[in-house]
């Protein structure tokens, strides 16, 4: 049973910073594209950053500068650092992990539960 537990959602006022932590299942941290999603209320979800197995990584053009994503794959654990924030990062953000299984010889595709971001003007 793969899970994705995420923390460090809160409020924060605007020009302040939050991170976010997803910890993943040992069994396929390793090999997974780790991402963070988000979805603000009335809008689609939307890809915030992802990070490969080698460290590369993408951004959301609304987020770039100001977001880091990074992870430890001894601790299983991928992170969001979020600067700067902005009333237009409130969202609820999923962490996600996307990769293929050698064990199950398919696929997956996980998410976390979600944790609520609210930023304050």
């Known amino acids: 049973q793969v899970q994705l537990v995420e923390s460090g959602g809160g409020l924060v006022q605007s020009g302040g910073s939050l991170r976010l932590s997803c910890a993943a299942s040992?069994?396929?941290?390793?090999?997974?594209?780790m991402a963070w999603h988000r979805q603000a209320p009335g809008k689609h979800r939307e890809l915030v950053a992802t990070i490969l197995c080698d460290g590369n990584t993408n951004y959301a053009d609304s987020v770039k500068g100001r977001f880091t994503i990074s992870r430890d794959n001894a601790k299983n654990t991928v992170y969001l650092q979020m600067n700067t924030l902005e009333p237009e990062d409130t969202a609820v953000y999923y962490c996600?992990?996307?990769?293929?299984?050698?064990?199950?010889?398919?696929?997956?595709?996980?998410w976390g539960q979600g944790t609520q971001v609210t930023v304050s003007s």
């Open positions: 996600n992990a996307r990769g293929y299984s050698d064990v199950l010889y398919s696929a997956y595709n996980y």
């Open positions: 040992r069994s396929i941290f390793g090999s997974s594209v």
